[in-house]
């Protein structure tokens, strides 16, 4: 990811296609030409990207349409049955064909709670992900632009951060929050505060690509142009370097997503994530590691697939954009 | 046998016994004893851990026999009065000796206010000091069980507690701390050498017990492991050399491994549910202005929309008991002929919710520790899904037993469960704490529901002075009777025991579950 950064300072323009236009700024007609531009080239080309691609996709819809297509809702206690616990996947001795990845011990379908949990697990990733970004772009920006005083504080400050590994912040921030806020109101804001303590956490890549591109953009004449008419500096940040500095933190944030989800997993293990009527891949883990002693792997090893599976898929996607958007690659 | 192999065998024995004086001994439990104070809570595990420490007067042996503790001796010398004379030469870990002086504040301290044991010390009346080493026991009522009803009533130095500040105990429901929160100056057979809450306590043994011990062990770590995985790997690989309870899914596992030893047994203890029938409203319920568990057709619907052997089946894997009592068979006065269940009866107790007036049912909001009771917050899930076939939602809030006793025992409760041994083993504390209406001396303490009936109010101080044991036994049917018929629990079953440890520890298992160190012995 330090490598994106790095690449970033040294060439700055990267969201352009062959022929030089800014994609950006080009209207409609996206679709058409889409097919055949580079970008979808090199990914017709890339066996990799569209495997991950397509399993991404499943993964994606499974866990946003979960109430519509998995087989149970785990969360609807009417439809649970104490005497289906512990059934095992279909294929072994004593499966039904209902539960085709078995149950645990509530008698929940494992198929159905992964798809509910990878639903948590993605909506943790992408929030937290995006509040990540929303702050270390705005951070990033504003030191790379106006420098001086300002710059030092916020990088120094990033700095300090970067050398805690994020998820002891995360664990940092959790826990405050958990001191602070009363027990009951807890599982109600539990999902929020695991989205604040995760992007809070990761900012700092951030804030650091976009302002070693900022800091070059700067100097460009379009910019000392803008300066020139009288723009002020928020709107040049805004319009003129923002646009010109987001391709590599796309990318990042496409990789990042993925080191979110395993970070809300790592801390729902720990049981300080998600509270377990929402339970997300993570807890699941967690619930199903208890009977692994026991033989009744299935609760367990099924969720760790699919987070598996699920991550694997996501950075693979995120690497090949890094790559195709990199001009050197081509 | 030549006398040079006697002088090495016996140099051999001398070899063992040297290896074998010195023994450490770490043991583990699914949770933390919540405080030193043997006064502070009246949980098993916490009286456990404490009574290494420090005595009761009259203890139990290891067939749950009474024997002389600090009380070497005891008669009746009239219906209300008891005389028991005190063992002479003991001497608190501080050095200071035991006295009646101690025995007498000890009763103040259990009876004041924050104390959670009032009810092993509230048919008391008074402690008359006749010497030293001589007390006499005043009772208001005729109790001829008393000795049996007071081994879990610690006693404490009245000089230690009052120079530390610490002559009260600290009310643990409110989350106070006093130096006998951390400390202990007790006169057992071991001591307290470091205590870190939730991490681990260490004790050491008494090198001036007044009885020389069974035990070998010098040194007693005891660790709260949580995690039920984690716990089994410590055993497996002998971070540890005992713990309990065994998670149920791997007795058979374990069983198979031959570094382990897994013992189980029956055990004592009733699991129930509780329902608050005392306040207009419920704290924790969307029903406003009127309180549906004082009608017993919802407490009812509930117990039979409550199936106990798929949870018998399915999450105790077969051990455990269903019941209809609130107390197990082996203590006294248990009635087998009352131990039937209502059928399990969805469709009947949806009847009775629509008959009662909730035809969509209601939200409550349920209590359940996670490290108590064997899967215990399982149960609870299973029961919230249950209860959901008769449209009740329940909000099941499980939490670790440190935030949910505090919670419970000050009442702050709708519905909640509990696990409960009457450990004078016999069926009148368990109507005195968990069925007669909250009183005086510790009376319902632990009827945290407030259950009312007037009729067990009365038979409860004619069981505790009743002397013919028929009569007796009559007596407590009845009260039981009356309790079932107006379901004022939900008795769920009780769960067996199951210890681990590595072969080359030998203890004793008692149905209460205790686990005394002064009979472990590691080889």
Redesign the interface.
């Known amino acids: 990811m330090d490598q994106a950064g790095d690449r970033a300072r040294e060439e700055p323009v990267l969201l352009t296609d062959s022929t030089g236009e800014v994609i950006v700024t080009r209207a409609g007609g996206r679709l058409a030409t889409a097919w055949t531009s580079d970008i979808f080239y090199s990914f017709r080309r890339n066996p990799v990207a569209v495997v991950s691609t397509i399993a991404l996709a499943v993964c994606l819809i499974a866990a946003f349409f979960a109430p519509w297509v998995a087989p149970h809702n785990p969360f609807d206690l009417k439809t649970l049955s104490l005497q289906d616990a512990l059934t095992p996947p279909a294929w072994e001795q004593g499966g039904r064909s209902v539960f085709v990845l078995g149950t645990d011990d509530q008698g929940r379908d494992v198929l159905s709670a992964i798809m509910f949990g990878a639903r948590i697990s993605l909506l943790v990733g992408l929030a937290s992900v995006a509040l990540a970004m929303l702050l270390g772009v705005t951070l990033g920006l504003i030191a790379g632009y106006v420098g001086g005083k300002i710059d030092a504080i916020i990088m120094r400050i990033a700095d300090v951060q970067l050398s805690f590994p994020a998820i002891l912040i995360a664990l940092l921030i959790d826990g405050v929050a958990r001191a602070v806020l009363p027990r009951d109101a807890q599982t109600g804001v539990a999902l929020a505060v695991l989205v604040l303590a995760i992007g809070l956490a990761n900012w700092v890549q951030y804030a650091r690509t976009v302002r070693g591109s900022t800091m070059v953009e700067k100097t460009k004449e379009y910019v000392q142009a803008a300066r020139v008419i009288g723009i002020t500096p928020l709107r040049i940040m805004r319009r003129h370097l923002l646009p010109n500095v987001m391709g590599p933190v796309l990318v990042l944030a496409t990789l990042n997503i993925a080191t979110a989800i395993i970070t809300e997993a790592t801390l729902s293990f720990l049981g300080v994530g998600v509270p377990p009527t929402q339970p997300s891949l993570g807890t699941l883990i967690r619930v199903g590691n208890d009977f692994l002693f026991s033989g009744e792997w299935w609760i367990t090893i099924f969720p760790g697939i699919a987070l598996v599976i699920m991550v694997l898929a996501i950075n693979l996607v995120g690497d090949w954009l890094r790559d195709a958007l990199n001009p050197k690659l081509r | 046998m030549t006398a040079l192999k006697r002088a090495a065998a016996l140099v051999a024995l001398l070899l063992l016994a040297a290896t074998a004086d010195a023994a450490l001994f770490r043991f583990a439990d699914q949770g933390d004893a919540i405080s030193m104070d043997p006064h502070s809570l009246n949980e098993t595990l916490q009286l456990n851990i404490t009574g290494n420490i420090y005595e009761p007067l009259v203890g139990r042996g290891k067939k749950l026999e009474l024997i002389p503790l600090l009380a070497t001796s005891w008669k009746q010398t009239a219906p209300t009065l008891w005389r028991f004379n005190l063992r002479k030469g003991v001497k608190f870990h501080d050095g200071s000796p035991f006295t009646a002086d101690d025995v007498i504040f000890s009763y103040e301290r259990a009876k004041s206010e924050g104390s959670d044991v009032k009810t092993y010390v509230g048919p008391i009346k008074e402690i008359r000091r006749v010497d030293d080493f001589t007390i006499d026991v005043a009772t208001t009522e005729p109790f001829p069980i008393l000795p049996d009803t007071i081994n879990s009533w610690y006693i404490m130095s009245k000089a230690w507690c009052e120079k530390n500040n610490a002559a009260t105990p600290v009310d643990v429901r409110k989350g106070k701390e006093n130096v006998a929160t951390m400390k202990a100056n007790g006169t057992g057979p071991f001591m307290l050498k470091t205590r870190e809450p939730g991490v681990k306590t260490v004790l050491v043994s008494n090198p001036n017990y007044w009885e020389k011990v069974e035990s070998n062990v010098t040194e007693a770590v005891f660790t709260p492991i949580k995690?039920?995985?984690t716990r089994?790997?410590a055993l497996i690989t002998a971070e540890i050399d005992m713990m309990e309870p065994v998670?149920l899914?791997?007795v058979?596992?374990l069983k198979s491994n031959g570094d382990l030893v897994i013992l189980q047994g029956p055990e004592l203890r009733t699991i129930f549910l509780g329902m608050d029938q005392s306040r207009d409203e419920l704290l924790f319920s969307s029903v406003k202005g009127k309180n549906p568990f004082k009608d017993k057709r919802v407490r009812q619907a509930f117990y039979q929309a409550i199936?106990i052997e798929?949870?018998k089946t399915?999450?105790m894997r077969g051990a455990s008991t269903p019941t209809n009592l609130m107390v197990a068979p082996g203590i006294r006065g248990f009635a087998a002929e009352l131990n039937k269940r209502l059928p399990y009866d969805p469709a009947a107790a949806k009847k009775l919710m629509v008959e009662a007036g909730y035809p969509d049912g209601f939200e409550v909001g349920m209590n359940c520790p996670n490290d108590r009771y064997v899967n215990d917050s399982?149960i609870c899930?299973?029961i919230?899904?249950?209860l959901?076939?008769i449209d009740v939602k329940?909000n099941?809030?499980?939490?670790t037993k440190v935030?949910y006793f505090p919670k419970i025992l000050s009442r702050n409760t709708s519905f909640y469960l509990l696990g409960w041994t009457p450990s004078s083993y016999d069926s009148h504390n368990a109507l005195f704490a968990l069925i007669m209406s909250p009183g005086a001396n510790g009376q319902g303490q632990f009827n945290l529901g407030s259950y009312s009936n007037k009729r067990i109010d009365a038979l409860g101080p004619q069981i505790a002075s009743e002397l013919d044991e028929a009569k007796r036994n009559a007596m407590i049917a009845e009260a039981f009777k009356l309790h079932a018929d107006d379901v004022g629990h939900l008795p769920l079953h009780q769960q067996a025991l199951a210890w681990a440890m590595r072969k080359n520890v030998s203890l004793v298992q008692l149905a209460d579950n205790n686990n005394w160190l002064k009979w472990v012995v590691v080889k």
């Open positions: 995690n039920d995985a089994v790997a998670p899914q791997d058979e596992k199936d798929a949870i399915r999450i399982l899930q299973a919230a899904a249950m959901a076939k329940v099941l809030m499980a939490e935030t």
